[in-house]
């Protein structure tokens, strides 16, 4: 008993590598495109749809393992998906053939869906309230060091040591965040559990719907021109394997800087005008994308603007809806981290078919046009006078 506090103060450092290893898992293939291709003989679209269908898992899965696994301990849950996440890295290491990586990877990722929504919700049962926002907002730290560090070490490897040593860096990785999450996450932690009454709950709230709908459209846009960066790059500036890793580092370092910044503000400008930032600078990072396409140097700072907000805006998502309903967390957390995913698969899905037919240069422009839709329906979304200012 004397231990759990102590264990607590660490706890979400624990939950935050667990994202490391999520985020890890799944944007590998995003930076190793060429050699998945190269090594499996399929082509860079082909490769790319490792992305999509595993998105369309994530975001099946997402809900309706928060829903069946609702009533488990915490940590026993959060171990067994970060198992799984770390053995099935593994497995993907020795895939002999396309068919077998996907297969891995849909199960490994049908597993791993509930990982990050039940790392927030977790994290409300060992915060207080006041820290919520801010300790949320640090769990997701783990999705920016995936960008930061996890895919430009994973375009490194891959590049000279192939892409089976990618997968195998992550599964190591992977295990020993599951040591780090045993011993840092105290026991007999267990959140509200998860009934058709409150997704029905769910469903009747305006505000909520259109939270998550603002997610799937951020997602939606980023990913149209993510999941293809490197060979865009290639094939627009004839950027090499070392330039490309700059540039997802940069992505990533930008994106961590953004997350520790709205950490820092959140808890005073409110999660409304935090994510309202960041949006835009989502959106500035986009537009310059599609207008600088054809200039490593253009392109780089755009995606310096855009990685500022690509992190923060889920975050302040997470938190604007546990704010929301708190009641209803559970579900609206699980909920979200499934738009998102949904939002990864109409992106990769949308930037295949523009790849696969040579339309390089109106991947960025249909990209702005998710962004877009997204900011109007946030301004909808802006507290009324009065309102709670966690809203």
């Keep these: 008993m004397e231990k759990a506090p102590a264990a607590g ?43 999509t269908f595993g998105a369309v898992t994530l975001c099946i ?17 959060l171990a067994t998906t970060l198992a799984v996440l770390a053995f099935g890295n593994l497995a993907s290491a020795f895939a002999p053939d396309y068919a077998s990586l996907l297969v ?18 977790t994290a409300a049962l060992i915060v207080p309230a006041e820290r919520r926002g801010s300790t949320i907002a640090y769990i997701f730290l783990g999705w920016s060091l995936a ?58 709230s305006r505000t909520i719907l259109l ?13 149209v021109v993510f999941t293809y960066m490197g060979p865009l790059l290639n094939r627009l500036t004839s950027a ?33 005008r935090t994510s309202l930032l960041f949006t835009c600078l989502v ?3 986009m537009s310059g994308w599609a207008l600088g396409a054809g200039s490593l140097v253009l392109m780089a700072g755009a995606v310096a603007t855009w990685g500022l907000g690509f992190a923060s805006t889920n975050s302040m998502q997470q938190v604007r809806l546990v704010a929301a309903a708190p009641p209803l967390a559970s579900a609206t957390v699980a909920l979200n981290t499934s738009v998102l995913y949904i939002g990864q698969a109409i992106g990769s899905a949308v930037g295949g078919l523009l790849f696969a037919r040579g339309l390089l240069h109106t991947l960025g422009f249909v990209a702005v ?21 966690t809203a």
Aim: aromatic fraction near 8%; charge should be positive; proline fraction near 5%.
């Design 9 to 51: 103060r660490f706890a979400p450092t624990a939950l935050m590598l667990g994202n490391l290893v999520t985020g890890c898992s799944v944007l590998a293939p995003a930076g190793m495109l060429p050699e998945l291709a190269t090594g499996l003989q399929v082509s860079i679209h082909a490769a790319g749809l490792l992305i």
């Design 61 to 77: 899965g997402s809900p309706l393992t928060a829903w069946f696994t609702s009533r488990m301990e915490r940590r026993t849950l």
């Design 104 to 121: 891995i990877r849909l199960v490994m990722l049908a597993v791993g869906a509930l990982y990050t929504p039940q790392a927030a919700g």
């Design 147 to 204: 960008a930061a560090v996890g895919l430009p070490l994973i375009t490194f490897i891959a590049s000279r040591y192939g892409w089976r040593a990618s997968y195998g860096g992550i599964g190591a990785l992977g295990c020993i965040s599951l040591l780090l999450l045993l011993l840092r996450l105290p026991a007999g932690l267990k959140g509200a559990p998860v009934d058709l009454k409150t997704w029905a709950a769910v469903g009747r």
């Design 211 to 223: 939270l998550l709908a603002i997610t799937m459209l951020q997602m939606s846009g980023q990913f």
């Design 240 to 272: 090499g394997a070392d330039a490309i890793g700059m540039v997802f580092a940069l992505y990533g370092i930008c994106g961590f800087l953004g997350v520790v910044i709205a950490t820092r503000i959140v808890d005073t400008s409110g999660p409304y």
């Design 283 to 285: 959106l500035a990072g």
């Design 369 to 389: 046009g998710f962004v877009v839709l997204a900011l109007i329906l946030l301004v909808l979304t802006r507290p009324r006078p009065g309102a709670a200012t």
